[in-house]
């Protein structure tokens, strides 16, 4: 069992209706960018405005990023940071688990979980069940519980995710940073556990993939170009 586990018997210190709350802004904020989200701007801003300020803070710095800033411009950084860095991966598995058959068995385990109550995943209209958009959105209006442990299964990825995105000075940042007020902080060996996978990256079984592909996070230039564009999330229904 990996160390940081342990958080998943802690709890939340937000209300659930601000948990919920924070969790369905940052799932809308880490999709990819849309009219949608332009839209709904001034709609994010009133409910950011009732949540406590660590979480309220970063959230109105990001949104007023969306504000002053033009679809297109948004939607190439969005692909730049995401699509393209593997160090600002959006699937939670894959920092524990990385390209190995693990991850697929994790996968399952979490499709498993949504099952239970009542979400039906398929290939055609949804993303990974470990994309942050999904889990955070299940969280938000499924159930927290299983969010919960999910997201602090793996938080030591979430960290990872910040710290890549704190190198690129990526205005995802704030949204991250807003996840992150939701969740227990890393202690003790969590640290450990964080310098380990910077150092050496997630696990990888070099069979049929490259070397370049399980390069360690540390080394510049070590990020790989993805081709595949960003999929919608969807969760029992539009979002």
């Not at 948004?74 to 920092?95: A, E, M, N, P, W």
């Not at 498993?112 to 942050?132: I, K, N, S």
């Amino acid at each position: 069992m990996m160390p940081w586990r342990r958080h998943r018997r802690s709890s939340s210190t937000l209300s659930p209706e601000h948990q919920a709350s924070a969790w369905q802004v940052v799932s809308l904020l880490l999709d990819y960018p849309d009219e949608t989200l332009l839209e709904r701007v001034p709609m994010l801003t009133e409910v950011v405005d009732g949540l406590p300020e660590r979480v309220r803070m970063p959230l109105r710095r990001f949104l007023a990023h969306v504000a002053d800033t033009s679809l297109g411009e948004l939607q190439r950084d969005y692909v730049d940071t995401f699509d393209v860095t593997r160090r600002c991966c959006l699937h939670l598995t894959y920092f524990l688990h990385g390209d190995t058959r693990n991850r697929g068995a994790a996968l399952v385990r979490i499709k498993q979980d949504y099952r239970r109550h009542g979400v039906q995943f398929t290939d055609e209209d949804a993303e990974l069940p470990d994309h942050l958009c999904v889990v955070l959105e299940f969280g938000a209006t499924v159930d927290a519980g299983t969010t919960w442990r999910l997201l602090n299964d793996h938080r030591v990825g979430i960290e990872l995710l910040r710290v890549a995105l704190v190198e690129r000075a990526s205005p995802w940042l704030d949204v991250v940073e807003a996840l992150r007020a939701t969740l227990p902080v890393l202690a003790g060996d969590d640290h450990q556990a964080l310098a380990r996978l910077i150092e050496e990256g997630p696990p990888a079984e070099l069979v049929g993939l490259s070397t370049e592909m399980n390069a360690p996070y540390a080394l510049p230039g070590s990020e790989d170009h993805q081709p595949s564009g960003p999929t919608p999330v969807t969760i029992g229904g539009p979002r």
